[in-house]
């Protein structure tokens, strides 16, 4: 957060720093991470340089799909501690001066909520069933689904029930996996639940919320068909009948006034997975919520074309809404950024480890680039380290519900979330005294936070010395456009006031001119009087 900004709008250029649970920290030994864990880690945090601090779902669940499948809002599932647990972390960030954003979802619950085991024990006509999508069957004994949707994890998006003498019933809608039946959006008890729910949290003193599946809460009138399969496939590109649909904004808008009520402005950054920037621009109009993620800058590859136009793309879509730009290069849902920087491009999610090299020189000079664009950066936990995927686990290791399931997504994000390394040896590399629920691989040690500290060049000092030069340069961080500079091609340069960026994407050095003093060089730079000599795929910051 520059000095200049006021509390009242830390957040247009906060850097977020997301934290998995399950993989940040162990604080009992159980091999799954903790919440005792995560506080006990908060400052690392702080020294890092981050702002905020984004916690993946925590709350009493199944897990049948790492806690996204939630069965109580207001609990904190023993997995992760408890609700004291949960006091003392919020009230330890405060304390060093990092805010608490928490995850909500608000597009479907667990099939273990209590609204749905009431709902399928009172069987047809309860009232109850009205807060999710129940419906008949189609076909002559209903024993084909409503409609044509696909999960997206894979399979039809309906599965169908028993009723309470063992007769077949009713099919309940599920985007995801059938344990997370989406809510129905259009009853006011679901609009007054979660706004229940934003209340509690916000009086805990939480500082924001990450809206999980934002885009997701209404579906099209009629529930229609959409007429043909490998619909997954289309998502991010196409305004679907369940996905994207008009009536979200006005749910956001209710958010919006609970939100304004508490002080310190607290805030909700929306996870939409829109069909372009503009789209993802209207959920953050001034009366609906402060930020969105911007997929299509995570999903573009290392090539300057393709990045000076998403960043103009970005940029201009945001500044008529007033709203901050957000950047982001990985999270928990994603194959890490220097693993998909290592091959030549191929989506979000990959299999290959392809050159390790070329990926985390890549990476490095992705984050200052990322670093010095106007608005709000979001790292995940582990990059900071320069962490590859884990593209290797053992079958029988996985525990990504789209795994186990046909069609949808390729199921791989486990690569992503194995637990980070803190100390070169011990049990664990340091994330606990019992294990990890994912394997590490071989190696992982000479990754850790006691390798890297106070390493020169190390991944993670590079990391902290950015942060702390976003803090200190007064023209880095919030505001809504960059002059772009003359180039060569295969590299970006742009202004903002005396500071100046430059990157080259392109596999060969390259003289470009010297604009100022160095202030941090993501590889090896050489200046010659008014020029300089690029390293290939690396970022320049200066200052005049």
Sequence with gaps: MTEQNSPADWWRDAVIYQVYPRSFADGNGDGMGDLEGVRSRLPYLRDLGVDAVWLSPFYASPQADAGYDVADYRVI????????SADALIRDAHDLGLRIIVDVVPNHSSDRHDWFERALDEGPGSALRERYH???GSGPDGELPPNDWESVFGGAAWTRTRNPDGTPGDWYLHLFAPEQPDFNWEHPAVADEFRSILRYWLDKGVDGFRVDVAHGLVKAAGLPDIGGPDQVKLLGNAVMPFFDQDGVHEIY??????LDEYPGERI??????????????????PDELHQAFNFQYLATHWDADELHRVIDTSLDAMRPVGAPATWVLSNHDVT???TRFASPPAGTQIREPGDRELGLRRARAATLLMLALPGS??????????LPDVTDLPDEARQDPSFFRAAGQDGFRDGCRVPIPWTKDGSSHGFGDGGSWLPQPEGWGELSVEAQTGVPGSTLELYRTAL???????????GDRVEWLPAPEGVLAFRRGAFTCTANATAEPLRVTANGRVLLASSPVTVEGDEAVLAPDSTVWWTV
């Excluded at 929306?270 to 621009?281: F, I, L, N, Q, S």
């Design 336 to 338: 890490r950024h220097a």
């Design 468 to 478: 702390r030069i976003r803090r200190e340069q007064a023209d880095l961080g919030a």
């Design 268 to 285: 909700a950054v929306a996870e939409a997975w829109t069909p372009t920037v503009e789209r993802a621009a209207l959920y953050v109009r």
């Design 134 to 136: 129940f419906r008949p």
């Design 377 to 386: 950066a979001y790292l995940y936990q582990g990059e900071e380290l320069g």
């Design 77 to 84: 599932d023993p997995v992760f501690g408890s609700m004291p």
């Design 253 to 258: 808008r209710s958010w919006r006034t609970v």
